[in-house]
């Protein structure tokens, strides 16, 4: 009932909504919670969303596991099919779009139609691009749909064309928006493939993101503008790499008294020692 009343109190506030149910889902996912509320209110608002929603977790956990490619395939043809149903029945809503482009994840090769639908832009590769713009009629800027379309990117390796995907829309994201923290989980996935320790210090290209990445967080509108702690936590790392120590000491600092594992466990072989040593330093600097 407590889930229900959340999800009912966010229609429409699209931000909203795609984070709550995407929270609610992630945590339903490893439970059959969803099939004891659709047996006793199958009408309920946001309850078919949700089901899309654990269909596709399920289904993105399986396949980062070594599981049988038949259970991934029967797991993502479900999914698949919940997320069709969520966009008939809400058609103002978002997330089945998103959780469409989530399962592109699923498909490098663009073997399914609406994963090789031609781009917008010339110099961008045919992609999801459909299930992008149908996501965005509804929430133009939503932070989810780019992150899930950059990670369809840098799942197939194309760590240029995540590039030029974010300098094609970017510069046309509100000042301050959380959309501005996306290059920096691009920059950790390219340390991920590298290993570069100095990416962040040699780069001047990564370093002008970074900053600018900065400057969005300070534009952000107050509290209503606050960005994810999960995009506050990889601003200070980058900050933090970039030698940027003061800085980082401001968005530790706005962030607390919470903390994310990213992208500290995907940089460093001791990921709580990396963190505590960015925010000694960090805030030695600051002082």
Same mark, same amino acid.
């Given at each position: @009932? ?17 984070? =709550? ?34 269909? #596709?977790?399920?289904?993105? @956990?399986?396949?980062?596991? !070594?599981?049988? !490619?038949?259970? #991934? &395939?029967?797991?993502?043809?479900? /999914? ?41 832009? %010339? ?21 989810? &749909?780019?992150?899930? @379309? ?11 064309? $995540? ?5 094609? +829309?970017?510069?046309?994201?509100? $000042? ?20 570069? %320790? ?14 600018? $990445? ?13 960005? !994810? ?14 030698? =940027? ?6 968005? +530790?600092? /706005?962030? &607390?008294? +919470?903390?994310?594992? %990213? ?11 990396? +963190?505590?040593? $960015? ?9």
């Amino acid at each position: @009932m407590a889930a229900h009343a959340v999800l009912a109190s966010s229609w429409g506030n699209w931000p909203v909504w795609t984070a =709550r149910s995407q929270v609610l889902a992630a945590v339903a996912s490893r439970t059959d919670v969803l099939d004891h509320w659709r047996a006793e209110a199958a009408d309920s608002v946001g309850l078919v969303t949700l089901l899309a929603r654990a269909a #596709v977790e399920r289904a993105l @956990m399986a396949s980062a596991q !070594p599981t049988d !490619p038949r259970t #991934v &395939a029967r797991l993502e043809h479900s /999914a698949r099919e919940l997320c069709w149903e969520a966009a008939a029945t809400l058609t103002d809503d978002p997330v089945p779009w998103i959780c469409l482009l989530a399962l592109a994840q699923l498909d490098p090769g663009q073997s399914r139609p609406e994963h090789r639908v031609p781009a917008p832009d %010339q110099l961008l590769p045919p992609g999801p691009w459909g299930l992008l713009a149908q996501a965005r009629r509804a929430d133009p800027w939503n932070r989810e &749909a780019f992150h899930r @379309m950059l990670r369809v990117w840098l799942a197939r390796g194309s760590s240029g064309t $995540a590039t030029e995907f974010l300098a094609a +829309f970017l510069p046309g994201a509100p $000042a301050g928006a959380p959309l501005h923290a996306l290059p920096l989980y691009a920059f950790v996935d390219q340390y991920r493939r590298t290993a570069d %320790q100095l990416l962040w210090t040699k780069n001047e290209r990564i370093r002008a993101a970074v900053l600018r $990445a900065y400057q969005n967080w300070r534009a952000a509108p107050g509290e209503q503008g606050r960005w !994810p702690v999960l995009d506050e936590s990889h601003l200070a790392h980058a900050l933090w790499a970039a030698r =940027r120590p003061a800085d980082a000491a401001e968005v +530790f600092a /706005a962030m &607390a008294p +919470f903390v994310s594992s %990213q992208p500290w466990v995907s940089v460093g072989d001791r990921p709580d020692e990396l +963190f505590r040593q $960015a925010l000694a330093q960090s805030c030695a600097a600051s002082r």
